[in-house]
């Protein structure tokens, strides 16, 4: 069952010129807004701006090309779910869901995200600039050439890295504004047993959950955070240096089998 | 700490017949047995003896026989030999209780009380044999009415038909993960669904890639684990299964331990080799039906609305309503699984008291469905239980559109119920990931025992429906009329809408 194209026809919805396309879903259906997505990529566009965007949900699911999205408005659920290579920038907010069991790609949102960004996620990377609700990066996993970054620029609620198998979360702190930021989320990282949260200040140990301790930074800890860092500040600003040069807390699993010795064999 | 457990089985010799061929002491996994070349005898430690039979059915000189431990505490009907076990094995482990397969505690079975119709006299039976007899099913949404436009005398269909399974006989193969199987397992469940025009289900441990080419006969699974999940994976099934339960082990996760994890496993599974595959208990990003909703459409979009989604539920007390919700938020398929489903490993509480029989809850939600005038936007799966055709064809009397089988597809494979899938020592070389014990499965011959079964099952259920006097499956669904119970009571009669029989 495909979703009637027909609304593409009309050049003050889609407007294409070589491989840039405008997209004005001011009365788009989400159903609508995808297919065009899809279509035009398949068709060649590699860069989309989408305007108007008032709560479409799935954009960028389905999308195989490497494309880039431009999304001006606030994007629906699910953005990117099961996404695999395309970069969306939202220009606002984004709601929950953002990379759920994302593949591979990127994923900018300038400002807020909602609950359970970057669920499941195994690949790409995902730039918060202000902070994120519950859940974040529950059940991220890598694997070989896989690996999933989180940015968050602000702070996290509760249950950050619930089940995480692998990846790497950072969690900056800046809307906290204070140079030594203290986290306040509870149970952090319940049962991981994979990955590395990193988060700029503090964090009480009752904050954290069972299987999950601080450990020191080593060399390549730094090096990975100033990889994730320098991406953050390309996209927001800021200074990396200065960023870098504050004290952060590891976070990693202590077995990767927190629950070997459950059962009676 | 001296164990307190008994040896559940007792492993007799026959000493005349027994050859020293050792043929027993290779093929026990569990090394029960031992050949001491001195002696020139066989010993077996009948405490590791786990029943799975494997020894005896290939002694070549019929010289074992393996029965149950007859010792017994003095008679007592409240403490009885597994639960005095049991208590001893979690004194002496601290542990859960792990166990594998379904439920096999004495709950009603109430396929056993129900008998089916045959047509006498007053309307003539059909032989399948000589008159075309029709099984093919197609599961998925079907339309609440079909516009039909004629033009120059030509009609064609303006109704948009969702996307549909088509199946040639009403019976699928049931998730299982490759991990809870070996891969000669998997191979054979798909090449068999292949060659029979069905189904099989990944489970939720992703699908290696050398059965990618299966794809147009695979019902790939996404789980709370994500497991393997990724476009290739979303875009080669033929149907998407949102499992959000299952029925022997209702409202819990899964644990696959890290030692089954191996190389090939996890890159299936996509994880790291060794480490834990945890699937936590709920989806995360499903809190209510409007979220259940939000994942099914975002799996129609990934795969551009072309395969239709499944959602997967254990059998529990509100099913009925559950699955109304279900439906309302746009699945094709609601599969029910039954508390008698089976699983790799859950713990032995869990399996063996929550759920409900699985024909309890498909006549309460087929009922539901009805009532509410939604039935056509479903088709309805049931798991959990199905042992032979007699009970297929009265599942889909009751209102089930096909069943799943999981158990009653390793049995055909070899397995023997011994339970002990969770030890990833099976000896039948079914659910295992050693290689040794794995390559004693041919998928040649798994297929091949596949096929057979199903198509002696098929041919049954044909016999059946014939002497009903009915020609296709499609006039038996939900036709209750055609049941009636024996043994039951009013309350069970009413749940499952039969009259008894004799009325």
């Known amino acids: 069952m495909k979703i009637d194209l027909e609304k593409k026809g009309d050049p003050r919805v889609f407007a294409r010129i070589n491989d840039k396309a405008r997209i004005d879903a001011s009365n788009l259906h989400y159903r609508e807004l995808n297919a065009m997505v899809k279509e035009a990529a398949s068709e060649g566009v590699k860069t989309m701006e989408i305007h108007n965007v008032f709560g479409q949900r799935y954009i960028g699911s389905g999308v195989r090309q490497p494309v880039h999205i431009d999304i001006y408005g606030v994007p629906g659920n699910d953005l990117g779910a099961f996404m695999d290579g395309p970069t969306i920038i939202t220009h606002r907010n984004a709601q929950d869901g953002v990379g759920n069991t994302m593949n591979s790609g990127t994923i900018v949102v300038n400002g807020r995200a909602g609950d359970i ?18 859940r974040a990066a529950i059940h991220m996993k890598e694997y070989f050439k896989h690996k999933p970054v989180l940015i968050i620029g602000g702070t996290t609620q509760d249950f950050l890295g619930e089940y995480m198998a692998g990846g790497v979360v ?35 140990d009752r904050n954290l959950g069972k299987g999950v301790s601080k450990v020191p930074l080593d060399e390549k800890d730094r090096d990975v955070l100033r990889d994730c860092v320098e991406g953050y500040v390309s996209y927001f600003g800021g200074d990396a240096d200065e960023i870098l040069s504050s004290h952060f807390t590891k976070l990693a699993a202590l077995s990767h089998r927190p629950y070997g010795g459950l059962y009676a064999y | 700490m001296k164990s307190y457990l008994l040896p559940e089985f007792i492993i007799e010799r026959n ?27 066989v010993f077996a430690d009948e405490s590791k003896c786990v029943g799975c039979l494997r020894c005896v059915t290939l002694c070549p000189t019929n010289a074992l026989v393996v029965r149950e431990n007859p010792t017994r505490i003095p008679q007592n009907y409240n403490w009885t030999m597994d639960y005095l076990m049991d208590a001893y094995k979690q004194a002496e482990t601290g542990g859960v209780l792990l166990t594998g397969m379904g439920c096999d505690r004495g709950y009603p079975i109430y396929w056993d009380h129900i008998v089916l119709d045959a047509s006498q006299v007053t309307n003539p039976s059909i032989d399948p044999l000589r008159e075309p007899m029709e099984l093919r099913t197609y599961l998925g949404a079907k339309p609440d009415q079909l516009e039909i436009k004629s033009h120059k005398g030509k009609a064609s269909l303006e109704t948009r038909l969702t996307p549909q399974l088509k199946l040639e006989t009403p019976i699928l193969f049931s998730a299982i993960s490759y ?50 999940v990724h476009a290739d994976y979303l875009e080669v099934a033929a149907a998407l299964e949102i499992k959000i339960g299952q029925g022997a082990k209702p409202g819990i996760g899964g644990h696959l331990p890290g030692e089954k994890v191996t190389a090939e496993i996890s890159r299936t599974r996509m994880i790291p080799k060794g480490t834990d595959a945890l699937s936590p208990a709920p989806h995360h990003d499903i809190y209510s039906i409007e979220d259940l909703a939000q994942l099914i459409y975002a799996l129609k979009e990934a795969t551009h609305w072309e395969k239709p989604v499944s959602v997967k539920i254990a059998a529990v007390h509100n099913s009925a309503a559950i699955a109304s919700g279900i439906v309302r938020a746009g699945a094709d398929i609601v599969a029910l699984d039954g508390i008698r489903g089976g699983t790799g490993a859950a713990p032995t509480r869990i399996r063996d008291n929550v759920g409900i029989p699985i024909e309890l809850a498909l006549a309460s939600v087929d009922t539901r469905l009805r009532e509410e005038g939604i039935r056509n936007r479903a088709s309805i799966v049931i798991a959990g239980g199905i042992r032979n055709s007699g009970d297929v064809i009265k599942a889909i009397a009751l209102g089930a559109d096909a069943v ?19 030890t990833g020592k099976c000896n039948w070389g079914i659910a ?7 390559k004693r499965l041919n998928p040649d011959i798994g297929t091949r025992r596949l096929v057979n079964m199903i198509n002696g099952w098929s041919h049954e259920i044909k016999e059946m429906l014939g002497g009903m006097g009915i020609n296709a499956i499609e006039s038996l669904r939900g036709n209750r009329l055609r049941l009636r119970g024996v043994g039951l009571n009013q309350k069970e009669l009413d749940i499952l809408g039969i009259r008894h029989a004799g009325e």
């Open chain 2, 432 to 438: 295992t990931q050693d290689p040794y014990l794995s």
């Open chain 2, 15 to 41: 000493d005349y017949r027994c050859i020293r061929c050792e043929v027993c002491v290779r093929q026990c996994a569990f090394e029960v047995h031992r050949y001491d070349e001195e002696e020139d005898e």
């Open chain 2, 404 to 422: 799943y089988l999981g158990t009653a597809a390793l049995v055909a494979m070899g397995c023997h119920v011994c339970q002990k899938c969770y």
């Open chain 1, 117 to 134: 960004v970057a669920m499941g996620m195994r690949g790409g990377q995902i730039f918060i600039r202000e902070s994120v609700g519950y």
């Open chain 1, 170 to 204: 950072v969690v900056l702190g800046l809307t906290k504004g204070e140079k030594e930021v203290k986290h306040q989320a509870r149970h952090i990282g319940t049962g991981m047993h994979g990955g590395a949260i990193y988060l700029r200040g503090e964090v009480d």
């Open chain 2, 179 to 228: 991990g809870a199987i070996s891969y000669n397992t998997c191979e054979s469940l798909a090449r068999a669904a292949h060659e029979l025009g069905t189904y099989y289900n990944t489970g939720e441990g992703g699908l290696h890639k050398n059965l990618y080419k299966y794809g147009k006969n695979t019902i790939c699974q996404v789980a709370s684990g994500r497991f393997g």
